[in-house]
């Protein structure tokens, strides 16, 4: 039987011997598959907990957890979110908001128009915000009806939104309302002037 030199303690496999190198090839492999296995039971662990802490009474828990979901290792992380913007804190609808633009797809789109209505100024204005970056031009309408909104913030928040995704008034109206919330009052006045002129000319 051939013997391999340096392999005095290889291993004997279908025949022949097989080196040390080879032996060590195949522990580390086994090392690898059980520590990938490990972190993926960690992760696991990590996304039963936070489940659990989204059921909690304190708000402020539940903010923290809905901060922690990672849509990209937790599937349901997308529904947990959805479900959240019905939470009664608006800390914790603000943070939903949030993490609705790691997902930028459809539904969450979808939810943050939503999230644009609601009864809480600062939800408004983050959602605003977070439209304004995932870049979606079907925002325009519902961003365009913020700039109406009672709350100076979530006004300032809709024109920054729109003006970055290169939305442009049609009416000397939402021109007008355009400039008031970015602050510009001159260019305002001077877009009234104008709306009204015309309507004096067509009587």
């Given at each position: 039987?051939?013997?391999?030199?340096?392999?005095?303690?290889?291993?004997?496999?279908?025949?022949?011997?097989?080196?040390?190198?080879?032996?060590?090839?195949?522990?580390?492999?086994?090392?690898?598959?059980?520590?990938?296995?490990?972190?993926?039971?960690?992760?696991?662990?990590?996304?039963?907990?936070?489940?659990?802490?989204?059921?909690?009474?304190?708000?402020?828990?539940?903010?923290?957890?809905?901060?922690?979901?990672?849509?990209?290792?937790?599937?349901?992380?997308?529904?947990?979110?959805?479900?959240?913007?019905?939470?009664?804190?608006?800390?914790?609808?603000?943070?939903?908001?949030?993490?609705?633009?790691?997902v930028q797809n459809d539904q969450?789109?979808?939810?943050?128009?939503?999230?644009?209505?609601?009864?809480?100024?600062g939800v408004r204005e983050a959602?605003?915000?977070?439209?304004?970056?995932?870049?979606?031009?079907?925002?325009?309408?519902?961003?365009?009806?913020?700039?109406?909104?009672?709350?100076?913030?979530?006004?300032?928040?809709?024109?920054a939104a729109l003006r970055s995704?290169?939305?442009?008034?049609?009416?000397?109206?939402?021109?007008?309302?355009?400039?008031?919330?970015?602050?510009?009052?001159?260019?305002?006045?001077?877009?009234?002037?104008?709306?009204?002129?015309?309507?004096?000319?067509?009587?």
């Amino acid at each position: 039987m051939p013997f391999i030199a340096g392999s005095r303690k290889g291993v004997r496999r279908h025949g022949r011997h097989v080196g040390n190198g080879q032996q060590r090839c195949t522990e580390l492999r086994h090392v690898v598959l059980f520590r990938r296995t490990e972190k993926n039971a960690r992760i696991a662990l990590m996304v039963w907990w936070n489940t659990l802490r989204l059921k909690s009474n304190s708000p402020e828990v539940r903010r923290k957890a809905i901060e922690n979901l990672d849509p990209s290792r937790d599937a349901r992380a997308l529904d947990q979110l959805l479900a959240g913007l019905g939470d009664d804190d608006s800390q914790v609808r603000c943070a939903v908001v949030r993490g609705l633009e790691q997902v930028q797809n459809d539904q969450s789109v979808i939810a943050l128009t939503t999230a644009l209505q609601d009864l809480n100024s600062g939800v408004r204005e983050a959602a605003a915000a977070v439209l304004g970056r995932v870049g979606d031009a079907r925002a325009f309408p519902h961003l365009a009806r913020l700039l109406k909104d009672p709350h100076p913030g979530a006004r300032r928040s809709a024109a920054a939104a729109l003006r970055s995704l290169g939305w442009r008034p049609s009416t000397n109206e939402e021109q007008a309302l355009f400039e008031v919330a970015l602050g510009h009052a001159r260019a305002a006045a001077r877009s009234e002037e104008r709306r009204v002129g015309k309507e004096c000319r067509s009587r």
